[in-house]
């Protein structure tokens, strides 16, 4: 009896303790998704074929910081609260630049890398660089392992210190973020479509053969599954495309905010509806750009139920660039320089997440993940739920789901894994039951032989499995709903 006891107990624990495979996320500053169509690019194909990869929708503003913190918290701006790279905040009445007001939009926000620390003892997130990972969320909480934006930081670097986050003997990592600003930063200054960005994408291709030779150096290509990520993509614009703004409303009658191609406009009192109407007539006239109140900002960027959505929104047409590109024109040409021509062209991003150009991609490989297959287009919220799932973290109301696509990723075996253990448990209590009822069985009908009473045992013997199975089917059911109510929920908290 001690022996089939000790079987349900193992069953039943088995499951519980299996060690679930590291998750490595890595995102790539810009990398729109038909960048790898230009060059030949060794190490992508390589890993293409040992895993899935595709596109991905992201978010409005199609910008860095408000990407990155929809991929961290599986929610839409309105609901993080980083519709851009810098904000007017009403709690604040000013703008909020990079700084933990702009990322700590409320109590709620739940960057991955929090959910994982917090959720158990065992769990250790790495962040190096990741936007908005120095802060603190969730009461304080920081992940274990936490390294700061450091341009001077090359890629090999950054992935020599992850691998010691994966691979240290006590408390590693079991989820870790990295960033890399590249090859957003050269696109801007020389455009998409130019040399420099072309050799950019060649680096990233011998970044990643980089990364994928340390996992294997490291023996960590069965325990590390990782996604290569982007925020989004980029498109080309001129001085000759430049929108000047204070020819068409008087710059003292507003405050603005936000750089190209969005602009955010705070009229002064009473000024709403004068400005108002000198931009729709400029919009109607040049056609250069579109116009936006709080009201009737597009249902798809899910901007509008946010404290930070300003009364009136710019967006400029796809090609074109605000004033402010004058300025940035300069910062570039001190950068790298070069002597700004009027042929030169300039990278931009920010535009309709609708559009092709503003739209990055994916690529995952691991034991976790699907071979040689081309996913269909991700949702980038949705990855939360994906990486939630994997990791088995408890559920987190997010905007996102863990969506048919999403789990398309995944290797049959690790679809459900919650799923299969409770199979796995399930089969071995139903063993269990069996013999433990087969057991009774013969020792009833020992004692039926003896008492000549068949008929009152059969009724007792089937209602006992309908119930075991009764059970399964209600623990299952639960197990499902969780993780419906963990996606389903909205996470608006403005
Ligand atoms: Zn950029």
Request: proline share 5%; net charge negative.
């Amino acid at each position: 009896m001690a022996c089939w006891a000790f079987l349900v107990l193992s069953c039943l624990i088995l499951p519980v303790l299996t060690t679930d495979p590291a998750v490595l996320i890595v995102s790539f500053d810009g990398f729109r998704h038909d960048y790898f169509d230009r060059i030949s690019s060794p190490n992508f194909d390589r890993l293409k074929k040992i895993g899935s990869h595709g596109d991905l929708m992201n978010v409005f503003e199609t910008k860095t910081f408000p990407n990155h913190q929809s991929l961290a918290t599986g929610l839409y701006p309105e609901s993080h609260g980083v519709l851009a790279n810098h904000v007017f905040d009403p709690q604040y009445n000013r703008t909020v630049n990079y700084s933990a007001e702009l990322w700590h939009y409320n109590d709620q926000i739940m960057p991955i890398w929090t959910l994982n620390e917090i959720s158990s003892k065992e769990r250790n997130s790495g962040v190096m660089m990741w936007p908005g990972s120095e802060f603190s969320y969730h009461r304080g909480v920081v992940p274990t392992f936490i390294h700061k934006w450091d341009s001077k930081w090359s890629f090999q670097r950054r992935v020599d210190v992850v691998m010691s986050w994966l691979t240290q003997q006590h408390n590693s990592a079991n989820l870790v973020m990295l960033y890399m600003e590249e090859p957003d930063t050269h696109a801007h200054a020389f455009g998409s479509e130019s040399d420099e960005v072309t050799e950019q994408i060649k680096n990233v291709d011998s970044y990643i053969g980089y990364l994928a030779d340390q996992l294997e150096r490291h023996n960590l290509t069965e325990s590390v599954d990782t996604f290569i990520v982007s925020d989004h993509g980029m498109t080309e614009t001129d001085e000759h495309r430049i929108i000047d703004l204070n020819k068409i409303i008087d710059s003292s009658l507003y405050l603005r905010v936000g750089t190209s191609p969005v602009i955010h406009i705070y009229p002064n009192p009473g000024e709403l509806p004068n400005l108002l109407r000198q931009l729709e007539w400029a919009s109607q006239q040049y056609r250069t750009f579109d116009v936006f109140t709080k009201d009737n900002l597009p249902e798809h960027w899910k901007v509008a139920n946010c404290r930070r959505a300003p009364p009136i929104l710019l967006v400029a047409k796809e090609g074109y660039a605000f004033d402010d590109l004058r300025q940035a024109i300069v910062d570039y040409a001190k950068k790298y320089n070069f002597t700004p021509s009027s042929s030169h062209r300039y990278g931009l991003h920010g535009y309709d997440n609708l559009e092709r150009k503003m739209q990055p991609f994916f690529l995952a490989f691991g034991p976790s993940i699907r071979e040689d297959y081309q996913a269909p287009q991700l949702h980038s919220i949705d990855l939360f739920s994906l990486w939630s799932h994997m990791l088995r973290l408890p559920a987190h109301a997010t905007n996102g789901t863990l969506s048919a696509d999403a789990l398309s990723l995944l290797r049959a075996h690790h679809i459900t894994p919650s799923l299969s253990s409770l199979l796995i448990t399930f089969t071995c209590v139903s063993l269990a039951v069996l013999i433990i009822g087969g057991t009774g069985i013969v020792a009833t009908r020992r004692l039926i032989n003896k008492r000549h009473s068949d008929e009152c045992t059969q009724p007792y013997r089937g209602m006992q499995s309908l119930e075991v199975e009764e059970n399964e089917e209600i623990m299952v059911e639960i197990v499902n709903g969780n993780v419906e109510e963990q996606h389903l929920l909205s996470g608006d908290s403005s």
